[in-house]
């Protein structure tokens, strides 16, 4: 077992994209928009885009980790 994983470090919960619009309390088109702007990153897993919890997380702190 990779010990980062073990760790918890990589161990993120993935949102799908209306999970990650309902946290951030925008709408889905404002997702693609954070996106285009590099402040959220997508992840692509056998085709379905996700996105980590952590990430989203972030902005609502207003950037700050």
């Known amino acids: 077992m990779n010990q980062e994983i073990g760790h918890g470090i990589h161990?993120?919960?993935l949102l799908r994209k209306k999970e990650a619009a309902a946290m951030l309390a925008c709408s889905l088109r404002h997702?693609?928009?954070?996106?285009?702007?590099?402040?959220l990153?997508?992840?692509?897993?056998?085709?379905?885009i996700r996105f980590?919890?952590?990430q989203v997380q972030i902005l609502m702190n207003g950037g700050q980790s």
Do not use: E, F, H, W
């Open 52 to 54: 980590r919890y952590s």
């Open 31 to 39: 997702v693609d928009r954070l996106v285009n702007a590099g402040q």
């Open 11 to 13: 161990n993120d919960r």
């Open 41 to 48: 990153t997508r992840v692509k897993i056998l085709g379905a």
